[in-house]
Structure formats: structure tokens, C-alpha cells
């Protein structure tokens, strides 16, 4: 069986009116490299370090700023009862497990060029979503993945595409001037992301020709389009759904995983995540002296 790759590639988004969001308000603070991110003895912590906190559902961030309101770090703290069962909540409502084969909700939009894209005109074809928003790294990473999909079956009329986000059409217009998509477009849509009750970002959803879930992946990783190729013509030959279990068939990786090139060097979860994002390696699970790690195979 073809092993799944998972890994966490996290959007941070932390406020201290709207915690955990789908939607990204004013005044929200979003994490990148760059930003500073310190401990609760005032010491600064790396990226790769964060990401395992995070992962863990224990911790979240306030944010510090100045008297001018810029902000001069993240301060890390424990999470309360409630945070931790909103990060809880967030995490699975990615499990698409429980929303293959169900029927998805009636939903009616137009694209920027006014075409209608609805559940009743796409009955007997097959439709896929994208939802995204403009700073989101992992979204605008898949970008050229989602493009080739589309570039594949554009002309099959039998597939409608649609690329749907709740940023207003001005976002949206200075956006595809650095990141071209190809999907027809559908701005200032939030309800039609809480209508599929989106709270990850990217998703991206398969529906088939019964108007039901074939395929729902929330969050980025390589070779998604391979994966949304797959369901898009898997879907429209009337094959059944395949759902996996990760944890028992899939390769589960995150920032505490020891990952190793051909060359023996070891290197850190960023650097493995950048050369998996390249679509040049492959990743195999190996055992040295009774100790696991993930060798990254050029291609």
C-alpha cells in the first residue's frame, strides 16, 4: 500500500479577543520565522522548538507590544482549560474521516467573473475546493500544485473548480499579482467557509458526482495536487472513496523526528519540510542501531 505523508505545517494565528479563528481579524498577529517567540523565563525559542510546543496542545502565545502598538514578541504561556479544548476542536476538525461519504451542505456562490457555482447546477459532476487566505504560507505554497490540477482538467466539463476565501476582492486583486491561481476565484465568502465549517487552513475539498465528500484534506504538505488528481478522476470513474488512517498506514512526522540525507547528515524538521516542499525527495522510514529516522531520498 502507498505509505501517506503527514507533517504540521502550522499558521499561527494568535489574538487576545479571538483565540483559535477561522477568520482573520483586525488586529490579529501572525507568526512567521522571523518573529520573536520567548519562554516563560524571558529566553527566546526557536521555530523547530515552538512547533513541538504548539503541537502539543498545552501552550499558546499573547503578544507584547509597544506604546505604538507594534509588536515586540510572542510571549509563551500555558494554555487554559477552555484554549486547550478550542486547540483540541481545531485539530479535529481536520479528520475528514467522519465527513467522507456524507452529503455536503447546499451552498450557492458566484466567481469573479460572475459565473454561478452551486450545488444544483454541479449535480452529476465533480466539484473541488480550495479555501485559503492571503497570509497563509502553507496556502500559497500549494499554489503551482493546485495550478497543474487544474491546468489537467480545465476543459472536462464535468469538473468545476472553484478557489474560495473570505478576503475582500481588493486583498485578493494585489495577492494574484505575486501568486497567479487558476481556480476560478470566489472572494469575501465567509459564510460560504462557515457554511463548510472550515477552520484549517488550506483546505481542500473533492465532492463527487452525488454531491457528497470524496475527499477532504485540511492543512498543506507535498504533493497535494497528486493526491487531488487522484480523487478528481477517482470521483468521476465512480470509484468508492478511500479513507486512510494515518496513524496506522501513513508516515506521521513532526518536529521531534530525526530526519537524515543520503549523505549521513542530519538535518532539522524545517530543512526537511523545505526539501519535501521541493517535490525533489523522497522520504523513507529507517532503523539504525534500534533508533528510527526519516531518510530524505533524492529523486
Known sequence: MKRTLFFILTALLISFQYGYSQEIPEGAVMIDENTVIKDESGNKVEMFKLMELMNSGEWTMDPVNDEEGNLLYMQLRKATEEEKKMMSEMTTSGNSSDLIGKS???????DSNGNLISAENSKGK??????????CKPCI?????LNEVYEKYKNDTNVVFASITFEKQEKVDVFLTKHPIKYPLVSDKKEI??????SG?????????NGNYYDHISGGFPQIGHQISNSIQNALDGKEPIVEAPPADGIMIDPTSTFKLENGEVI???KAIELLNSNKYDILPKKENGKEYYLLKEK
Open 104 to 110: 455536503v451542505p447546499s451552498f450557492v456562490m458566484k
Open 126 to 135: 465533480v466539484v473541488v475546493l480550495n479555501f485559503w487566505f492571503a497570509a
Open 141 to 145: 505554497a500549494e499554489i503551482p500544485e
Open 193 to 198: 467557509c462557515d457554511l463548510f465549517k472550515i
Open 201 to 209: 487552513y488550506p483546505t481542500n475539498i473533492v465532492i463527487d458526482k
Open 268 to 270: 532539522q524538521f524545517e
